[in-house]
């Protein structure tokens, strides 16, 4: 019986070890053979591993994630699966024929339509002269859209 019970600890250390582990974005699979030899004592030592840094900065992440949206919108776009209405610049669904501003479809969408986006406004960077979306606050060349923002004021 009391060999039941101190398996059950071990597994119990295991999956602790294990888990603050993976917490901490670390290889985990030793860390469970670890907590079922020496338990309490392994644990103590997970608490003194520092986390593995991401791989990328929020910052950089959020960019990425609007990049892909507005090509994925162009995409749409100019495949037809969208619609923009030139009344109202929203976005419909190509199987609608009225916009909710009452505007009807148009016959044919241009390829000039789809190219203008006009529901997404831009902005040129000062630094390298690229045309970025408004949802992008930094350009490629690393410059914020607030410093470029500034930059114009003050030329102005």
């Given at each position: ?91 419909n669904d190509r199987y609608m024929t009225t916009c909710s501003c009452g505007t009807p479809k148009p016959l044919r969408a241009s390829a000039q ?44």
């Amino acid at each position: 019986m009391r060999i039941i019970f101190v398996l059950i600890w071990a597994f119990v250390w295991a999956y602790i070890c294990g888990a603050a582990m993976e917490k901490k974005r670390r290889e985990s699979s030793a860390w469970y053979v670890l907590g079922f030899l020496f338990g309490g004592l392994a644990y103590i030592v997970t608490l003194f591993i520092k986390p593995r840094e991401p791989e990328f900065d929020e910052i950089e992440i959020q960019r990425m994630v609007a990049a892909d949206k507005v090509r994925a919108l162009k995409s749409d776009i100019s495949t037809g699966r969208v619609w923009v209405c030139p009344q109202c610049n929203k976005m419909n669904d190509r199987y609608m024929t009225t916009c909710s501003c009452g505007t009807p479809k148009p016959l044919r969408a241009s390829a000039q339509t789809a190219t203008a986006n006009p529901s997404v406004g831009t902005w040129t960077c000062n630094n390298c002269g690229m045309k970025n979306s408004d949802h992008i606050f930094i350009c490629n060349c690393g410059m914020k859209k607030s410093e470029n923002e500034m930059i114009n004021k003050l030329n102005d």
